[in-house]
């Protein structure tokens, strides 16, 4: 409020003429408050890179930095880090391991020095990342004795390519004769 207060005068201050012009020296600056930020996706999907991104500013002194993944009953350790610059953004690669469900997590985010400690705990959910698989063949039909010419393409949901395997397709199909 304070704050508010000195800029609000210095903004009236500045469009009135003065006929006594105030000196630098007599100026007070006042500190910007401490502050952070935490940019996670809501929905975070299985086997796909992540990321979490952290943005500190207006620090007075070195600060831990930890961000905590709780999921499946685990928590994993996305970054510790001492941090000693006055404004920071920092980008957290990550990869959730697929589990037998979908289900949410939490990431903790926690910023710790001798006089400031934020925590930030946000609930994201986790969902099993699928992909569609497409079979194509050369023509719609085929007589007793031609060659089946085929191609298949494994997508993501956004029916982007993956690079996925695809199993031996002899032993699914044991009637072909290849």
């Known amino acids: 409020m304070v704050r508010d207060l000195a800029v609000a005068l210095a903004h009236a201050l500045s469009s009135v003429p003065s006929l006594f012009p105030i000196p630098a020296s007599l100026t007070c600056v006042l500190p910007l408050p401490r502050q952070y930020m935490v940019l996670v996706p809501f929905l975070i999907h299985t086997n796909v890179p992540e990321k979490v991104c952290i943005q500190l500013t207006h620090l007075n002194e070195s600060v831990t930095l930890s961000a905590t993944l709780e999921y499946a009953g685990e928590n994993r ?5 001492v941090v000693s610059e006055k404004d920071v953004f920092k980008c957290i690669p990550f990869t959730v391991p697929k589990s037998s469900s979908s289900s949410s997590a939490f990431l903790t985010v926690l910023v710790k020095g ?3 400690e934020f925590r930030s705990r ?6 099993n990342s699928e992909s569609l698989v497409f079979v194509q063949t050369d023509k719609p039909i085929y007589k007793p004795g031609q060659t089946v010419l085929f191609r298949i393409v494994s997508l993501d949901e956004d029916f982007r390519p993956l690079n996925e395997k695809v199993g031996l397709i002899a032993d699914q199909f044991p009637w072909l004769t290849w």
Do not use: E, F, N, P
């Open 114 to 116: 001798l006089t400031l």
């Open 122 to 127: 946000k609930s994201v959910l986790v969902k």
């Open 77 to 81: 350790s996305l970054i510790a880090d």
